[in-house]
């Protein structure tokens, strides 16, 4: 059974940090590009940050880059989402997802997603 399960959101200040993990299992993880995603109230699901299999980091986009930094470690199955410096513009549900390439999360084209987890900004 696959899993992804997010965890570290929660509700800050403007300026503070928070991050973000999600422990998988129920795949090869090794062998998957993540991401995470990022979808506020009325607003369409957007990719924030991604991470290849061997580490590559792709793009970040201009809202987040500068403050978000993605990393992964394989021997815990896990991805994690650094997220410095928050803004009210980033509350959000943040969602972990697992595809075989970069380009597949790219065109939101996910194997796996995580259940979700609430961060908010507050000003």
């Known amino acids: 059974q696959v899993q992804l399960v997010e965890s570290g959101g929660g509700l800050v200040q403007a300026g503070d940090s928070l991050r973000l993990s999600c422990a998988t299992s129920?795949?090869?993880?090794?062998?998957?590009?993540m991401g995470w995603f990022r979808q506020a109230p009325g607003e369409e699901r957007e990719l924030v940050a991604a991470i290849a299999l061997n580490g590559d980091v792709h793009d970040y986009p201009d809202s987040v880059k500068g403050r978000f930094t993605i990393s992964r470690e394989n021997a815990k199955n896990t991805v994690y989402l650094q997220m410095d410096s928050l803004e009210p513009a980033d509350t959000a549900v943040y969602y972990c997802?697992?595809?075989?390439?970069?380009?597949?999360?790219?065109?939101?084209?996910?194997?796996?997603w995580g259940q979700g987890t609430q961060v908010t900004v507050s000003s």
């Open positions: 129920g795949f090869t993880f090794s062998r998957y590009a």
């Open positions: 997802a697992a595809s075989p390439l970069i380009l597949f999360l790219v065109r939101m084209q996910v194997d796996y």
